[in-house]
């Protein structure tokens, strides 16, 4: 990637951050004090440890707990084996190094890495695109309304830089670095299921190309060695925290805290929390099956339809495997929104820069357009989900 290029992508997107800073520090005075949580008169950096950033704050600050704390009812309460240790790892030694308080390194660590994580779409993208289409498409990725995040203590930041990593590797057939990083998104974030299916997608893809480039057996070998990272980093975290307890499902437990019925249920919820978000329409029963379903179809059209076709194969893959897996793993609510940016690669699909004749003519003024509703609607999640009304209120 050229230096113009490097610099124009630091520029966009630090612009947006800025923007999207001002946005919280203006919420900040309708935050109301929260001992747990803020001091006594919240600011700008209040905002970026609140909700699950008070947990990362709590790791950096104190570590894990040795053993599962159990609840009043002998069930296993909710704690910080919960949230994966990479971030506020990074974090704790930061604060070591420099002195200085978790909600600055915290979210100075987060508008970094979400910086690195814009500039390697960029690099993802222009492999098939114009630099321009490339800027444009990370630009609404940027603006997206839950981008915030990727400026405060949460590790949204550090996903979508690992997983954009991991993607390049794949797609430049560079298959070591690829089962190395695949470690390390396991470790970052529970979202390393997803890179199984779409390694297998690229290993097809390469399969078809052997007559013209033959495979080899030191690369089947490393091919092999991206498989078996990308496998170990679903259960690395997990069994780190088996051993570090003595509970074999210890994680699977602690997850299962945050549920009412402290279960995990696969698939649980989207029919019934989308028929409570349609609660006020005439016929929630009837109109929540009709918009999943129009939701499941219109991302598979716009992912497999011919205008996404310059993603490849790879970045297709991951446009499905990664929705499928929430669809699977995660409670449907209010989180979605944030669950939802590491699908950077669709932003090229909407602003119709990944046709296979090139970016659709319109390309600019709907960029601009998704830009400015993107940032509108920042506003939006920010007084709706992040600022927390107290005693109880939405997560973000």
Same mark, same amino acid.
């Given at each position: 990637?050229?230096?113009? #290029?490097?610099l124009?992508?630091?520029?966009?997107?630090?612009?947006?951050?800025?923007?999207?800073?001002?946005?919280l520090?203006?919420?900040?005075?309708?935050?109301?004090?929260?001992?747990?949580?803020?001091?006594?008169?919240?600011?700008?950096?209040?905002m970026?440890?609140?909700?699950?950033?008070?947990?990362?704050?709590?790791?950096?600050?104190?570590?894990?707990p040795?053993?599962?704390?159990?609840?009043?009812?002998?069930?296993?309460?909710?704690?910080? #084996?919960?949230?994966?240790?990479?971030?506020?790892?990074? %974090?704790?030694?930061?604060?070591?190094?420099?002195?200085?308080?978790?909600?600055?390194?915290?979210?100075?660590?987060?508008?970094?890495?979400?910086?690195?994580a814009?500039?390697?779409?960029?690099?993802?993208?222009?492999?098939?695109?114009?630099?321009?289409?490339?800027?444009g498409?990370?630009?609404?990725?940027?603006?997206?309304?839950?981008?915030?995040?990727?400026?405060?203590?949460y590790?949204?930041?550090?996903? %979508?830089?690992?997983?954009?990593?991991?993607?390049?590797?794949?797609?430049?057939?560079?298959?070591?670095?690829?089962?190395?990083?695949?470690?390390?998104?396991?470790?970052?974030?529970?979202?390393?299921?997803?890179? %199984?299916?779409?390694?297998?997608?690229?290993?097809v893809?390469?399969?078809?190309?052997?007559?013209?480039?033959?495979?080899?057996r030191?690369?089947?070998?490393?091919?092999?060695?991206?498989?078996?990272?990308?496998?170990?980093?679903?259960?690395?975290? +997990?069994?780190?925290?088996?051993?570090?307890?003595g509970?074999?499902?210890?994680?699977?437990?602690?997850?299962?805290?945050?549920?009412?019925?402290?279960?995990?249920?696969?698939?649980?919820?989207?029919?019934?929390?989308?028929?409570?978000?349609?609660?006020?329409?005439?016929?929630?029963?009837?109109?929540?099956?009709? #918009?999943?379903?129009?939701?499941?179809?219109?991302?598979?059209?716009?992912?497999?339809?011919?205008?996404?076709?310059?993603?490849?194969?790879?970045?297709?893959?991951?446009?499905?495997?990664?929705?499928?897996?929430?669809?699977?793993?995660?409670?449907?609510?209010?989180?979605?929104?944030?669950f939802?940016?590491? #699908?950077?690669?669709?932003?090229?699909?909407?602003?119709?820069?990944?046709? +296979?004749?090139?970016?659709?003519?319109?390309?600019?003024?709907?960029?601009?357009?998704?830009?400015?509703?993107?940032?509108?609607?920042?506003v939006?999640?920010?007084?709706?989900?992040?600022?927390?009304?107290?005693?109880?209120?939405?997560?973000?």
């Amino acid at each position: 990637m050229s230096r113009s #290029l490097l610099l124009r992508a630091t520029l966009l997107y630090l612009a947006v951050r800025l923007v999207s800073g001002v946005l919280l520090w203006h919420a900040s005075a309708g935050q109301v004090p929260y001992p747990a949580w803020t001091g006594p008169h919240p600011g700008y950096l209040d905002m970026t440890v609140l909700w699950d950033g008070s947990w990362y704050r709590k790791i950096a600050e104190g570590g894990y707990p040795a053993t599962l704390p159990l609840d009043p009812d002998g069930q296993v309460s909710q704690n910080a #084996l919960a949230f994966f240790p990479v971030y506020p790892l990074l %974090c704790r030694g930061l604060m070591a190094l420099t002195g200085l308080s978790f909600p600055l390194v915290g979210s100075t660590v987060s508008l970094l890495l979400g910086l690195a994580a814009a500039l390697v779409i960029v690099a993802l993208f222009v492999r098939r695109m114009s630099p321009s289409v490339a800027l444009g498409a990370m630009l609404v990725w940027a603006a997206f309304p839950s981008s915030p995040v990727l400026q405060i203590a949460y590790t949204e930041s550090l996903a %979508c830089l690992v997983v954009a990593g991991w993607l390049w590797l794949v797609v430049e057939r560079r298959w070591l670095g690829a089962g190395a990083l695949a470690l390390l998104v396991g470790l970052s974030r529970p979202i390393a299921a997803p890179l %199984c299916i779409v390694l297998a997608v690229a290993f097809v893809a390469r399969w078809r190309r052997r007559d013209e480039a033959p495979l080899r057996r030191p690369e089947l070998v490393r091919m092999g060695a991206s498989a078996v990272g990308a496998v170990l980093a679903v259960v690395l975290w +997990p069994a780190i925290v088996a051993w570090r307890t003595g509970v074999p499902d210890a994680f699977t437990q602690t997850q299962a805290a945050w549920r009412a019925d402290h279960a995990i249920q696969w698939f649980s919820g989207w029919l019934s929390i989308t028929e409570w978000a349609l609660r006020d329409t005439p016929r929630p029963v009837v109109y929540a099956p009709v #918009l999943l379903t129009g939701v499941v179809a219109g991302l598979m059209t716009a992912v497999l339809g011919p205008w996404a076709r310059r993603l490849g194969p790879e970045l297709r893959a991951w446009s499905l495997a990664y929705p499928a897996y929430l669809a699977v793993a995660i409670d449907p609510f209010t989180s979605v929104f944030r669950f939802a940016l590491p #699908l950077f690669s669709l932003g090229a699909v909407l602003i119709g820069g990944a046709r +296979p004749e090139g970016p659709s003519r319109w390309w600019v003024a709907r960029t601009a357009a998704l830009v400015v509703v993107g940032i509108a609607l920042q506003v939006l999640w920010i007084d709706k989900l992040l600022v927390f009304h107290p005693p109880t209120d939405y997560p973000p």
